[in-house]
């Protein structure tokens, strides 16, 4: 079992934070999957510095939700040291300190990805928001910028010596996003760096290749994040799998259909309508992939901008896959 300072977590499967997808109607419907531990979305430290009150909705924890992991990004040690203790006293249980974001809205400010281009101030970083909290800190981070500045393994040891309690290695760079396939040799070599607790990262899509990724890299546990997109049961797969060597079927047609139902009232409650509606249609095309007429679907649900059409729409095809909604 993994344990990340003083949590221990019941199973090695971790959820990945992904900006504008893991809130807290996702992470109630992961949560029923049982991941060993969850992770919110991205949140910007400078958002929680000026008390931007979107950004304060993103870091509530749910008393069901724990173990939880939030995740901040920043360049500015001090604004993080604040942020995390902010989230710290929202109740989250771990903080995690995002090293990785490619995208160029982050990168541009030195944020994310861009700490992989100067590993003393990552340092600095993750020293002052080790000191500023009572709870566990960790860090993810990318291999390194591009091939030839793999710092991965430099980063971790960084990491290890200013007090982190675990780190999480997506095996790609900067360079690559989220093209081309993971390496996990490079992961293995930061296990190999660190006495810390390390998860693994890239191209978990299958309770087998979660268990290639451990076996081949020696980690101690593994994040899963856009293979879930759609099939949130993946999680209890790969962690019953983990434990047992069992393969658990995915769920029902029918019963994707209730899990879809329940996920987009969640969505509702907690955004409101119009906004709930809107954030639904990407969830919505991901659940409907690999599905006779998904296609069409994700154009129809793109059109749509109340709950009355949008139940209407899944109960039409619903009927089409002669499942009950």
């Known amino acids: 079992m993994v344990k990340i300072r003083n949590i221990q977590l019941d199973n090695p499967v971790v959820s990945a934070p992904m900006a504008g997808v893991t809130d807290a109607p996702f992470r109630k419907i992961i949560k029923e999957f049982h991941p060993g531990l969850l992770t919110g979305e991205m949140v910007s430290a400078t958002a929680l510095h000026y008390q931007g009150k979107k950004t304060y909705q993103l870091i509530e924890v749910s008393p069901d939700e724990h173990p939880i992991s939030m995740q901040i990004f920043g360049s500015d040690p001090a604004i993080m040291a604040e942020a995390a203790r902010i989230v710290q006293d929202y109740g989250a249980d771990i903080i995690d300190i995002n090293m990785g974001c490619p995208v160029p809205k982050v990168v541009k400010n030195g944020e994310g990805a861009a700490l992989l281009r100067n590993l003393p101030l990552a340092g600095a970083i993750i020293e002052a928001v080790v000191r500023s909290v009572q709870i566990p800190v960790t860090v993810k981070c990318r291999l390194g910028w591009d091939a030839e500045h793999l710092v991965a393994p430099e980063l971790a040891k960084i990491a290890m010596e200013c007090g982190a309690a675990a780190i999480t290695v997506h095996g790609r760079t900067r360079d690559q996003f989220y093209q081309g396939k993971a390496d996990w040799e490079q992961i293995a070599r930061v296990k190999q760096s660190v006495s810390i607790p390390v998860i693994g ?25 856009r293979a879930a997109l759609g099939r949130p049961w993946l999680f209890e797969q790969v962690g019953h799998f983990l434990k047992t060597g069992e393969i658990l079927s995915a769920p029902t047609l029918e019963e994707q259909f209730a899990i879809i139902k329940k996920h987009l009232h969640s969505q509702i409650a907690y955004a409101g309508e119009i906004r709930g509606v809107k954030e639904m249609r990407k969830h919505l095309s991901w659940y409907f992939k690999g599905l006779p007429g998904a296609a069409a679907m994700r154009d129809l649900v793109n059109s749509l901008n109340t709950l009355d059409e949008v139940e209407r729409a899944l109960s039409d095809y619903a009927m089409t896959l002669k499942v009950r909604y």
Do not use: H, Y
């Open 201 to 225: 990262n890239g191209d978990v899509d299958s309770p087998e290749a979660a268990l290639r990724l451990m076996q081949q890299t020696g980690c101690d546990g593994v994040m899963i994040g």
